[in-house]
T-cell receptor
Framework: QQQVKQSPQSLIVQKGGISIINCAYE??????FPWYQQFPGKGPALLIA?????SEKKEGRFTISFNKSAKQFSLHIMDSQPGDSATYFC????????????FGSGTQLTVLP | SQTIHQWPATLVQPVGSPLSLECTVE??????LYWYRQAAGRGLQLLFY??????ISSEVPQNLSASRPQDRQFILSSKKLLLSDSGFYLC???????????FGSGTRLTVV
């Protein structure tokens, strides 16, 4: 049962454009929402994260928007660069001591030069 | 600073052979430890997690098992590999009560 749904599956953006990736969650027992960036052959790396009591968080060119009532959150990459080309995963961390991380299915972003 | 080590980086094993992947974390104590598998495509599937020595929870019935013999050591094993066990295996750690996960560099397993 997929608890975090991510779209689109793939995204092609021109250099300098805005990349937008959307996620929706079903389980309300999540209390932290990170985004991971993964390059081929590498492990995912934490990019940015947000708590559900915050509606927006910005770090450099990366912004998370969070809509708690709609159970949706999104990643915006401003001024997208070819070096941003990677697979992006949204995720949700469950409450409790195990802190299990549930991933979305991933978005393969390609930024054209 | 904390670091996570995972090895080997790549592994080619015949069907029916055993498997042992090791993950160790440095610079922290009593971390939560996780094994994920990333099959062809992009999805990451949680296989096992551990909140303490000897404590293993399985998320999905597998041909795999996990053990945590020491506080900062997490081992993924199989007695007999199947073709379907091929994939990219990732170890991760997180501090209990903290909100971040750090992943290892992964092991690319190909079962032939």
């Amino acid at each position: 049962q997929q608890q975090v749904k991510q779209s689109p599956q793939s995204l092609i953006v021109q250099k300098g454009g805005i990349s937008i990736i959307n996620c929706a969650y079903e389980n309300t027992a999540f209390d932290y929402f990170p985004w991971y960036q993964q390059f081929p052959g590498k492990g995912p790396a934490l990019l940015i994260a947000i708590r559900p009591d915050v509606s927006e968080k910005k770090e450099g060119r990366f912004t998370i928007s969070f809509n708690k009532s709609a159970k949706q959150f999104s990643l915006h990459i401003m001024d997208s660069q070819p070096g941003d080309s990677a697979t992006y995963f949204c995720a949700a961390i469950g409450t409790g001591s195990a802190r299990q991380l549930t991933f979305g299915s991933g978005t393969q972003l390609t930024v054209l030069p | 600073s904390q670091t996570i080590h995972q090895w080997p980086a790549t592994l080619v094993q015949p069907v029916g052979s055993p498997l042992s992947l090791e993950c160790t974390v440095e610079g922290t104590s009593n971390p939560n430890l996780y094994w994920y598998r990333q099959a062809a495509g992009r999805g990451l599937q949680l296989l096992f997690y551990s909140v303490g020595i000897g404590q293993i929870s399985s998320e999905v019935p597998q041909n795999l098992s996990a053990s945590r013999p020491q506080d900062r050591q997490f081992i993924l094993s199989s007695k007999k590999l199947l073709l379907s066990d091929s994939g990219f295996y990732l170890c991760a750690w997180g501090e209990q009560g903290f909100f971040g996960y750090t992943f290892g560099s992964g092991t690319r397993l190909t079962v032939v």
